[in-house]
């Protein structure tokens, strides 16, 4: 009677063991359809790093140009504006002419991430200097300076060249991930 119980248990166990096995091979299956989804959100969350590292130092110009005609004074005209910025890449590099030769003055505390060279027109020199002071104005710039003045006899005005530091404050941060930590 006893090897006919254990011969029962034995073939009882062995019917739940098959069951088990059938249910994790339809398991494994049902996950295979799903590899394909869960390796391209593994493939998007490589990319959305890359891109942040990509776009670390964008720049919305448009806004930027913008902001700095509007601090300009009456009279004062930016005939061309040259922005600079170091890539991602570069950043770290130690260079003497990032941010303009005036760059060591820089007391802000940020990081120099380029330069912003400038050419304009307006009716006298206190213009100008008023023109200068507002640049500080613009998040993101500081140490602006004078590179020269010169008549304009068709104007009747001043025509000038200047320069400043460009900080990380002018970074837009519009392409940042933000950190899955924080939500």
Do not use: C, H, W
């Amino acid at each position: 009677m006893g090897l006919a119980v254990t011969i029962y248990l034995t073939g009882a166990a062995q019917g739940q063991l098959d069951q088990a096995d059938n249910a994790n091979t339809q398991l494994v299956a049902t996950q295979r359809t799903f590899s394909t989804a869960s390796s391209v959100l593994s493939d998007m969350d490589g990319i959305d790093s890359q891109l942040n590292r990509l776009f670390v130092d964008d720049v919305a110009v448009g806004p930027f140009v913008a902001t700095l005609r509007a601090t300009a004074p009456e009279g004062a005209t930016f005939s061309s504006v040259n922005l600079t910025i170091l890539g991602a890449d570069e950043s770290g590099a130690a260079s003497s002419t990032v941010g303009g030769s005036a760059a060591s003055l820089d007391d802000s505390g940020l990081a120099i991430i380029g330069s912003l060279d400038f050419t304009g027109n307006a009716p006298n020199e206190k213009t100008i200097a008023a023109l200068i002071d507002s640049v500080t104005d613009v998040p993101g710039l500081t140490v602006p300076y004078i590179v020269s003045i010169r008549g304009n006899s068709t104007t009747g005005g001043y025509d000038f060249t200047a320069q400043a530091t460009v900080t990380e404050a002018l970074r837009s941060e519009r392409f940042a991930i933000e950190d899955e930590a924080a939500q």
